[in-house]
């Protein structure tokens, strides 16, 4: 983990999020500027990144997000200030993987209903694709960039100012990622530290997963244990991108399995037919 | 229309032409991610149908949603149905089901998710009456609203009637037989049908949950589109029962692959939690179950130690 030093943690907390949670209440309460109950205040700050295709986005990767952060919480350690969906780059060359900037405003789109997620196009940006590491990287020190500078004690705030820890990014992805570790050459060794070690994972259950047998069979994920968050996800889920590319390109609905908004942006650009794009 | 000479040559013959497929024990099955071939029937000749899905709904859920979308493919994929209108019925409260919230909050729950359907509707008048309605009498409501709303019934052509001149038999049916290549049919009323899981296919086998008339009615009367993942075991189920069996034609199984496992239950439990339930229900959904703080321990004590109603007419009825 980086330290860079303490922070003012209410002023982050508030810049970073409007909700608040009290797990005893059992309740998500969301109001801008309400009394953080001082639980709270001492928790790490945590924000969630997806990386993916998002080809397109479903009901299922919004998910995703909703059950990490609930975990996280309910763990009592953290606090999710936020969620980025980072789609990947068209240079990552996979198979009917429609242009970037449509999966970009299909996320967009899917995400407007969220008060906490965020889709962030700089990814699919680049010029050639790169590996997860260095997105979690770039983010990393975009978060650290955003923070305000540490401040004296006395400016007129309500709270009590509480040093804490600095902000950290997760890797937020489905169980079956931790298998694809295994894979030859699809990681570099370092990398796969780096991402366990520095950043910390938040790894949702897929069926057909078993992703403590992907722990224990590896040394540096073993290792590391602590930093690898498996949630479990009680409805279970199926939907996958490659389900909802089929049923487009045989004319079945889809509807109910993304966003309303989102299936409309797919007819209207005529994404997913089955022609090649 | 598919002649069939003999057992053997179905299985030959639906394969070729690219109707439905048979399994071993002659149940129909119809395989949702598999393209076939699609007979072109005028969609005059088609039947109209209009799915009824009776339920808790309690509360609604983005499955009980995609079970009318993934119904709606299949029956107008077979070329030969053509779905009008999905009808969602809430049941009402005096199933005394545990849990079971007031009639009022699910009716609206469910017209808000429906909200953005363009042929899926709520009917409230099951859950407005002050007994619990039997499945059979739902759909015998629905069928005699469609008819009674049909602006043409069937009715004998008029031009085959001349008064005052007797003919053949013969040659009227041949009249008739002409008139019919030469003008679309007379639009048949609507079919009600009954949209459900495969746990209200299974139901069919608790002991005093259905009266044994009522589901030979249902599958008979009416028919069933029942959406399953595990289309073995209700294939299974349909052949073991002689009822189901004897009206299997009238049983659609669509089987869809992709588990998606929203149940009001697991929605219920995570609301109790502090747990998430976007993306699970409608947005409007959620927002009108958080207004209204709906789900609770407290709410799910309701009915607790009460019989559920089908359970406790039946008993009644077989004893009296």
């Not at chain 1, 965020?118 to 978060?143: C, F, G």
């Not at chain 2, 407290?298 to 019989?307: D, I, L, P, Q, T």
């Amino acid at each position: 983990m980086y330290t860079l030093g303490t922070l003012i943690y209410t002023a982050v907390w508030c810049q970073l999020s409007n909700m608040s949670y009290c797990p005893h209440e059992g309740r998500v309460a969301t109001a801008v500027g309400v009394e953080v109950p001082d639980k709270m205040k001492s928790r790490i700050p945590v924000v969630l990144l997806a990386c993916g295709s998002f080809n397109p986005i479903t009901n299922m990767h919004l998910r995703l997000f909703e059950v990490a952060r609930d975990h996280l919480h309910q763990t009592g350690m953290y606090k999710v200030i936020g969620g980025i969906i980072s789609p990947v780059n068209d240079n990552y060359r996979k198979k009917d993987l429609v242009a970037a900037h449509h999966r970009v405003a299909m996320a967009r789109l899917a995400l407007q209903t969220s008060d906490w997620i965020r889709v962030d196009p700089w990814e699919s940006e680049q010029a050639q694709w790169m590996e997860t590491v260095k997105v979690l990287r770039h983010h990393h020190s975009e978060l650290l960039r955003s923070l305000p500078q540490t401040e004296g004690p006395d400016h007129g705030r309500a709270h009590s100012l509480a040093p804490t820890a600095v902000p950290e990014l997760k890797l937020l992805c489905g169980a079956d990622i931790l298998k694809t570790f295994q894979t030859p050459n699809l990681w570099k060794e370092a990398h796969i530290q780096e991402i366990v070690e520095k950043f910390g994972m938040v790894c949702v259950s897929r069926t057909g997963h078993n992703p403590k047998e992907y722990i224990s069979g590896s040394a540096i994920l073993q290792r590391y244990q602590h930093n690898i968050h498996l949630v479990r996800e009680p409805v279970q889920n199926e939907l996958s991108s490659t389900y909802i590319r089929r049923a487009l390109s045989q004319g079945q609905s889809v509807k109910y399995l993304l966003p309303d908004a989102v299936i409309t942006y797919i007819k209207e650009h005529n994404l997913y037919t089955g022609d090649s794009s | 229309m598919v002649k069939f000479r003999n057992a053997g040559d179905k299985e030959k013959i639906s394969q070729a032409s690219g109707e439905e497929k048979y399994n071993e024990q002659g149940v129909r099955v119809f395989h949702l991610d598999q393209q076939l071939q699609v007979l072109t029937m005028e969609n005059s000749e088609k039947t109209e149908v209009v799915l009824l899905a009776c339920g808790s709904f309690n509360p609604i859920t983005n499955m009980h949603l995609r079970l009318f979308e993934l119904a709606k493919d299949y029956m107008n994929g077979t070329g030969k149905y053509r779905v009008i209108k999905g009808v969602i019925s809430p049941v009402g409260d005096a199933y005394k089901k545990k849990g079971l919230i007031s009639a009022h909050h699910r009716v609206i729950m469910a017209e808000l998710a429906t909200k953005n359907s363009e042929w899926v509707e709520v009917d409230t008048w099951e859950s407005l009456q002050k007994d619990w309605v039997e499945t059979l009498k739902v759909l015998r409501h629905h069928q005699e609203k469609l008819e009674a709303s049909s602006c043409d019934p069937q009715q004998d052509s008029p031009r085959l009637e001349r008064p005052g001149r007797k003919r053949k038999w013969a040659e009227q049916r041949q009249d008739f037989g002409q008139k019919e290549l030469l003008e679309p049919k007379t639009k048949d009323v609507p079919k009600v049908k009954l949209l459900c899981g495969a746990d209200l296919l299974e139901s069919f086998g608790v002991p005093n949950l259905w009266k044994r008339e009522d589901i030979t009615r249902i599958v008979g009367d009416y028919g069933l589109i029942c959406i399953t993942r595990a289309g073995n075991d209700a294939e299974k189920f349909i052949y073991e029962s002689d009822a189901l069996w004897k009206h299997r034609n009238n049983i659609h199984l669509v089987n869809e692959w992709i588990t998606n496992d929203i149940s009001s239950t697991k929605i219920r439990r995570a609301l109790r939690r502090g747990q998430s339930i976007r993306y699970l229900v409608p947005d409007l959904v959620r927002e009108y179950i958080e207004k209204h703080d709906l789900y609770s321990p407290e709410s799910e004590e309701r009915n607790v130690g009460v019989v559920l109603a089908p359970l406790q007419k039946n008993t009644a009825e077989a004893n009296s």
